[in-house]
């Protein structure tokens, strides 16, 4: 029996672990795809004063 509960104690830390990896993970992505978007947008204002 005591064997059985460290297999589970292991496991669920794995578990834990792993789940903070992958929330860490989602939370770079988005904020990379935040900073990628605001990188792309352009100012009219700033193209309209370079023409005159």
Known sequence: MSASRIGIVIGTFA???AAIGVAGHYRREH???????????????????ARR
């Open 15 to 17: 578990l834990v672990i």
């Open 31 to 49: 904020r990379r795809e935040q900073l990628l978007r605001n990188l792309d947008h352009h100012d009219g204002c700033h193209w309209i004063r």
